[in-house]
């Protein structure tokens, strides 16, 4: 089988790859296990949620994804209060840089059920398999298939087996955390508001979810360490139930009352990740490429970046050159250099400025939180960079 391009990996950032090449006429075919994502009953939802930024939103509305998914169980970002361990508060509001929302708080399962039913009706070969080894233009699938192509992407996440088989460099640092997500029912309302709290080397974060029959909801996502983590995953239903909102509700002051959670916990592994992101024939997108704390709530948002760039450089190729082309990818590559570095540095400085317990640091970084807070232009800035444009 002979494909122009050949997409290994079927997440939210493979679907969106070979969703986006096939809109620009291009011969594609994804290479993965091939599982229809679950679909929630109401009131139930997806244990992972996303912060999708102003750009992603108008990059999924124009493949027809945004559309396609329930807006009920979507929920905009209005404001963020970010507050520090001591009395720094930052708070961003869209109407300070005259923009409707912030960001929108959108389930995983949800964007892979869109984009599940958006290739089956552009017809796109779906082959339900995986990579065994790649070598000069052509993998080998677990099944013994051979499959070739003048470009394999990589969208096969943090352990690409891909970037593996393709010798790129790659760099990981361990944080020693895990990050926690449940949903919770909470007293009071959240006002679509998201809350970020910096204490004790933990970043805790509610995200703000559609109200239930229960009352009010808010997705968590709490980076503690991996004894703490571990703790609280260990925990029977019953134990959890009672520990964990006293301990949020300790670092939260209470913000939104009474606390109650309303679905499993699950833990994953922080890491700060860099890999060499193209080479003649290969290119790596969303985590197989990079991976950055989640504190910013960026890491989906870059890889649909790297998404939109990609495609809009194969579909702007000149003929003679084929997709594989390493002056080809290279564009991509530095097109995506600046964005990716910032935000790495951006998230990994901002997780050890608080990491750290310096005598004189504590004062220093929440004196800086309430300047922010005096200044317009500065949160401005910080709102179009959230934003993604």
């Known amino acids: 089988m002979k494909y122009d391009v050949i997409v290994c990996g079927a997440g939210i950032v493979g679907m969106a790859t070979a969703l986006a090449l096939t809109r620009a006429r291009i011969n594609v075919a994804l290479v993965a296990p091939k599982r229809a994502p679950l679909a929630m009953p109401a009131e139930q939802y997806h244990a992972r949620v996303y912060a999708i930024s102003q750009a992603s939103q108008a990059f999924l509305a124009s493949l027809g994804i945004w559309d396609a ?18 009395d720094g508060q930052v708070v961003l509001d869209a109407w300070q840089a005259a923009q409707p929302h912030l960001a929108w708080i959108v389930e995983s399962g949800e964007i892979e059920r869109a984009l599940f039913q958006a290739l089956a009706i552009y017809g796109v070969p779906w082959i339900d398999d995986t990579m065994r080894s790649w070598q000069d233009g052509q993998i080998t699938t677990g099944r013994g298939q051979v499959m070739q192509a003048s ?14 088989a393709a010798g790129m460099t790659h760099q990981k640092r361990e944080y020693g955390d895990k990050g926690l997500v449940t949903h919770l029912t909470c007293e009071k309302p959240h006002q679509n508001t998201a809350y970020q709290w910096f204490s004790d080397h933990h970043v805790l974060a509610f995200l703000p979810m559609p109200d239930t029959s229960e009352g009010h909801q808010v997705s968590l996502v709490w980076s503690v360490d991996d004894a703490t983590a571990d703790r609280y995953l260990q925990m029977d239903e019953a134990a959890l139930a009672r520990a964990l909102p006293e301990a949020l509700n300790r670092v939260a002051a209470g913000c939104l009352g009474k606390l109650t959670v309303r679905s499993p916990l699950h833990g994953f592994p922080l890491t700060l990740e860099k890999a060499q992101s193209v080479a003649s024939g290969v290119a790596l997108v969303g985590d197989a490429a990079h991976r950055v704390h989640p504190l910013a709530g960026q890491g989906l948002n870059l890889g649909l970046v790297d998404v939109k760039v990609l495609a809009q450089v194969l579909a702007g190729k000149e003929a ?12 991509y590559a530095r097109t995506r250099a600046a964005d990716v570095m910032a935000m790495r540095l951006a998230t990994d400085g901002l997780y050890r400025l608080f990491a750290h317990d310096l005598p004189a640091l504590p004062l220093l970084r929440n004196a800086g939180m309430k300047l922010v807070q005096q200044l317009p232009w500065v949160k401005r800035r910080l709102i179009a960079g959230a934003s993604g444009f």
Do not use: C, H, K, W
């Open 69 to 86: 998914m329930p807006q009920e169980r979507i929920t905009a970002v209005d404001a963020m209060q970010v507050n520090g361990d001591r």
């Open 151 to 164: 470009l394999f992407i990589g969208a096969d996440g943090a352990r690409s087996p891909l970037r593996t």
């Open 320 to 331: 003679f050159r084929p997709y594989g082309d390493l002056r080809v990818l290279e564009r």
